[in-house]
């Protein structure tokens, strides 16, 4: 799976939201011992039992005191509860260690690196699968000892209370909130917002676009009243209406699918771009322009 697939692999492809993810959600004694400064994301391409690569994942390590930790986030995304996620998560752990051995990243005979395996949900209903392995194996008292216990993070996003990290600018936290917006006056304000404070620092442009993508093609609005893309501003904006013009006029002035480039330009409307601007861009007459919208 490429980064395009998945929009959260994309978003959490960026340093800054692995670095608020881990300093919002996880433990604070730790996210603070963390040198963010060292994040890295790392190969995920390991290979299992079935030969088949899994590339649907995303992995980081980050400096926590004298030692390195690799932190797992699992992107295989979750909308439902999969009762197979502690036995998943067992299995992936070892794999990345036996990855890290044979790609002579750590060495056999020394301690292994932790993991912290991480798993972002957004279904409807809670997630009401164990978070431990342990708790879904039968083991008799005399032999419990064998038991074994490999726990993981569920981030269950639409269940977060987020507001007072949102406040604090935190990017993990207000991904979550946009995805917990019931109105779109609420979804659009909260973009709004992030979208200020994300271009007050020139570094977050590539993060702002990815947001600007996840909040097209993945936050449903009502088709008929599109609701504009907060994330799209200046330089954004004007690649989105190049693009959009291209593909109206593609379409041919006449000949073309009449549905379309009504979208087209109901979409550059929404944007608030003016009649004249439009007609400017695309070479149509404004009264046509006003017929079709």
């Not at 569920?154 to 269940?159: F, G, S």
């Amino acid at each position: 799976m490429s980064d395009s697939d998945h929009p959260y692999k994309r978003l959490f492809s960026h340093k800054e939201m692995m670095a608020d993810l881990i300093s919002g959600f996880l433990n604070p004694e730790f996210a603070y011992a963390c040198d963010f400064e060292t994040l890295k994301r790392c190969n995920g391409s390991y290979v299992t039992d079935d030969l088949r690569e899994r590339e649907d994942d995303l992995i980081w390590s980050v400096r926590y005191g004298d030692r390195t930790l690799v932190i797992y986030l699992l992107i295989e995304f979750q909308s439902t509860p999969d009762p197979t996620m502690p036995i998943r998560i067992m299995s992936y752990m070892a794999l990345l260690w036996q990855d890290l051995i044979r790609t002579g990243q750590i060495s056999s005979s020394k301690s292994l690196p932790g993991i912290i395996p991480v798993v972002l949900y957004n279904g409807e209903s809670p997630w009401n699968i164990p978070d431990d392995i342990g708790a879904s194996i039968l083991m008799p008292d005399p032999v419990l000892r064998f038991k074994p216990s490999v726990q993981y993070l569920v981030v269950d996003e639409l269940r977060l209370s987020v507001h007072h990290l949102v406040e604090v600018r935190n990017l993990a936290a207000s991904l979550f909130g946009l995805e917990q917006s019931s109105k779109s006056e609420d979804l659009f304000e909260l973009g709004k917002r992030l979208n200020a404070w994300m271009r007050k620092n020139p570094n977050l442009d590539p993060l702002r676009r990815d947001f600007s993508l996840f909040f097209e093609n993945t936050l449903k609005t009502d088709e008929d009243k599109p609701l504009p893309n907060p994330f799209c501003g200046d330089t954004m904006l004007k690649e989105k209406v190049k693009r959009w013009t291209a593909e109206l006029k593609a379409e041919g002035k006449v000949e073309g699918k009449v549905e379309e480039r009504r979208t087209l330009l109901r979409r550059m409307k929404a944007f608030g771009m003016s009649i004249s601007e439009i007609a400017e861009i695309t070479g149509l007459p404004e009264e046509e322009i006003r017929h079709l919208i």
